[in-house]
């Protein structure tokens, strides 16, 4: 857990957000190459790697979902790659929506900005569950709590990559 | 240095500020009153004289009238790039590309030919100088400004003529950064500052936090291509077609009076800025060319080229998570930020009025000082955390991008990537890094290759090859690769795709040398002589000190005798005497210097 460390914390789900730049303005203040311009080549050198690893490790965990991505994997858990079964009647049809749409059907354009803000706010949901599951696991310590933020993350790479998708669409076929 | 041991406190050789412009360049330095530019503003264009020696600055300029094929203006606009990627470039601006510029790009002028680095390196040299001459010290170290959208090998090749010009370049600065910095706004208030930057040849957008004088930028973007001079060649071209139907004479193929014709455009659209029609007014081989241009005319006329602006700041908004309701202050830094249109496009964006208290061509050059005040650790109350302005990737199967560190990161910014042989026996793993927002290798700006060479042949995906990407606070890319095998550092081989490799960059620094051996002598006595203005002027305040009355007699008559000795070598023209004199006198106050050095830390 490097980047808990580096912002000198030890590893929870749930941060501060305020806390968190805080400890990231004050370290930088303390470590930043710009402290060491005169200073020898090994200061130097240290310098520049606390700092690199400082703004890795923000820039990762000020993020929940990066963050748990972050979490998971160093408690030697990946996210699956394939879609969550629940959704793959909904997805199938988005597709065909999207297929017609690149095909030059505008009537496909209604449904898809629709599809659109459904999924937006599940989206929206997964990321209010995920707090609350980053709360329980943070007291707990419950495996099955992690496994349940696994499965959400999941399920919110998937549907951000269809959101991401669906309004590359939407906005190409505007300027067209 | 003798300095260091006797004026202890002010002692260390100055860092300077460089706004190394498209058009213009400055230098300015930090002082206990906050940052002061040194000299006038240099412009940045360098020529060789028929005699061949080579000048730069305004005498260069003029020079851009008499001799166009001699001389060179807005080389900014070719640092780092490749021949490929300049065709643009070369239909609007009198490039005289030399031969063999395929793997690095040169230029002739005159006889001579040199590297776009080489000529910056003479604006560099000439600012050295001046601000030199102002400080009576010599000046070794730098920061120096480059556009926040600069790419890896643009600032590179600013870099390497820093280094040219015999300047350790402590640090790259975005110039929105800097700007900044100059204004200060840390003083007033927290909040969440725009700075919009347009220059000469160059575009930037910068959106920072201020927090209790930490510079946090938060996103940017811009265009490296865009600038005063795209309306310059713009008024240019419809002069000349101007001039065609009225006199029925072509006169773009002489070069000679497209310049003239160039700086009378550019006059017109100055005043433009203040008043609301001017002219167009050239004189040349007996007959004159009048033309009015309205305001209302040139507003429409770059409404295109400001149009562009637009979307980069859109996205730089979007990009730093902030809405414009949420941006306290915009800042107008750049030449080009005078011209009504502009102002009024970033007003009705931002919803809010500029600041433009500070001088747009003086700013960013005063924002350099001041980060140069941080480094020498003058300035200890401020900080800049900066971000990288493109995603950096490596090519992967068919031609496709793997992201490794994306855009508007906070710099230092590193990211590892293990890497394996997919052959048996195989010794190379060649490592492609781009630089780039689109998902092809194709679309995108290809930094370097790295050669991971004499891997001990084994079976394939046995290999453990990590390779550790680290950006800079300049902006710049550091690769290093360890074998996680035996746990040692992997040699490789980078070749650059664009610009100059180490050894190259070494080279023109000697050659730079052993071709004006002349101009090093005359470098090397003025050099002894502001080192001899510095340690009398030392010695002169350090005789005040309580510190000179507890020396012996005969400690203070060698002082005396030292300082009669290097007075009279100084107007010598032979550098070594001036030096040895000048180290007499630095071994006679010795003693001074330690005194000195005990009472500041008993009083201390």
């Given at each position: ?59 990762t965990?000020r ?18 790659k ?16 999207l ?62 990559n ?15 | ?68 094929e ?19 470039e ?96 840390d ?43 795209d ?63 309205t ?27 902030v ?18 249109l ?19 061509d ?70 492609h ?69 180490d ?33 009398m ?48 006198l ?19």
């Amino acid at each position: 857990m490097e980047f808990y460390q580096s912002l000198g914390l030890s590893p929870a789900l749930s941060l501060d957000p305020e806390d968190l730049k805080r400890r990231f303005y004050e370290r930088s203040r303390q470590w930043h190459p710009d402290r060491f311009s005169r200073a020898g080549a090994e200061e130097q050198q240290r310098a520049l790697d606390m700092t690199s690893a400082l703004n890795d490790a923000f820039r990762t965990l000020r993020d929940p979902v990066a963050r748990a991505e972050y979490f998971l994997k160093q408690n030697g858990m990946e996210l699956a790659k394939d879609a969550p079964p629940e959704l793959l009647e909904e997805v199938f049809e988005l597709n065909m929506a999207l297929e017609e749409l690149r095909g030059g059907d505008d009537s496909a354009r209604a449904p898809l900005a629709e599809a659109q803000e459904r999924f937006s706010g599940m989206r929206a949901e997964i990321d209010r569950a995920l707090a609350d599951l980053f709360v329980r696991y943070d007291a707990t310590r419950d495996a099955t709590a992690l496994e349940e933020i696994r499965r959400a993350l999941n399920r919110r790479r998937y549907i951000s990559n269809l959101v991401k998708e669906v309004e590359k669409e939407l906005n190409v076929h505007v300027a067209d | 240095m003798s300095t260091l041991q006797i004026d202890f406190g002010s002692s260390k050789s100055r860092i300077v500020g460089i706004d190394l412009g498209t058009t213009n360049s400055l230098v300015a330095v930090m002082e206990l009153t906050g940052p002061r530019i040194l000299s006038g503003i240099v412009p940045s264009v360098v020529s060789v004289a028929p005699d061949g020696e080579v000048v730069a600055g305004s005498q260069a300029r003029d020079m851009l009238l008499t001799h166009p094929e001699r001389t060179v203006y807005s080389v900014k606009r070719l640092m780092g790039r490749g021949l490929a990627d300049i065709q643009e470039e070369l239909k609007l601006f009198p490039f005289h590309i030399a031969p063999s510029s395929e793997s690095v790009l040169k230029l002739q002028l005159g006889e001579k030919v040199f590297t776009p680095p080489e000529i910056s390196a003479h604006v560099l040299r000439k600012l050295k100088r001046d601000a030199e001459a102002v400080l009576c010290e010599p000046v070794t170290q730098a920061v120096i400004t480059v556009p926040a959208y600069f790419n890896d090998a643009q600032r590179q090749a600013t870099k390497d003529a820093g280094r040219i010009a015999g300047l350790e370049v402590l640090r790259l600065v975005n110039e929105p950064t800097a700007a900044a910095l100059a204004y200060g706004l840390d003083k007033r208030k927290d909040g969440i500052v725009a700075v919009y930057d347009l220059g000469g040849g160059t575009f930037d957008i910068s959106i920072l936090r201020l927090h209790e004088g930490i510079f946090e930028v938060l996103a940017t973007s811009g265009d490296t291509h865009l600038g005063g001079d795209d309306i310059d060649n713009l008024l240019l071209h419809i002069a000349l077609e101007d001039i065609q139907s009225e006199w029925g004479e072509d006169l773009s193929g002489d070069p000679g009076a497209v310049q003239l014709l160039r700086r009378r455009v550019i006059e017109a659209k100055e005043k433009l800025s203040f008043v609301p029609k001017a002219i167009i007014d050239m004189e040349y081989g007996g007959r004159r060319y009048q033309r009015e241009i309205t305001l209302e005319v040139f507003d429409k006329l770059i409404q295109p080229i400001v149009d562009r602006t637009l979307g980069p700041c859109r996205r730089c908004i979007a990009d730093a998570g902030v809405t414009v309701e949420q941006l306290d202050e915009v800042v107008l830094v750049g030449g080009s930020t005078r011209i009504p249109l502009v102002r009024s496009a970033v007003e009705k964006l931002f919803r809010a009025r500029p600041h433009t208290e500070l001088n747009p061509d003086e700013v960013v050059a005063l924002g350099a000082a001041v980060q140069a005040g941080i480094l020498a650790g003058d300035v200890a109350d401020k900080l800049l955390l900066d971000v990288t302005p493109l995603s950096l990737g490596i090519e992967t199967m068919g031609g496709l991008v793997s992201k490794l560190i994306h855009r508007n990161s906070t710099i230092p910014a590193s990211a590892t990537e293990l890497f394996t042989t997919g052959v048996d026996g195989q010794c190379n793993v060649l490592i492609h890094v781009v630089q780039g927002e689109r998902e092809l290798v194709k679309d995108c700006r290809s930094l370097a290759r790295f050669d991971l060479k004499d891997i001990d042949p084994m079976p394939a995906g046995m290999a453990r090859i990590e390779v550790r990407f680290l950006i800079d606070a300049n902006g710049i890319l550091n690769v290093t690769a360890r074998d996680l095998r035996t746990a040692k550092e992997h040699s490789m081989d980078v070749k650059p795709s664009y610009g100059l490799t180490d050894d190259q960059v070494e080279a023109m620094i000697l050659e730079s040398f052993s071709k004006a051996e002349e101009d090093l002598r005359e470098r090397q006595v003025r050099e002894a002589r502001i080192e001899a203005d510095a340690i009398m002027a030392a010695t002169d305040k350090a005789r005040r000190s309580d510190a000179y009355f507890e020396l012996t007699d005969a400690e203070r008559a060698a002082i005396s005798r030292a300082v009669n000795e290097l007075l009279v070598v100084y107007h010598h023209d032979n550098y070594l005497l001036i030096r040895s004199k000048l180290d007499q006198l630095d071994q006679a106050t010795l003693p001074l210097a330690e005194s000195i050095l005990r009472g500041t830390r008993i009083d201390a």
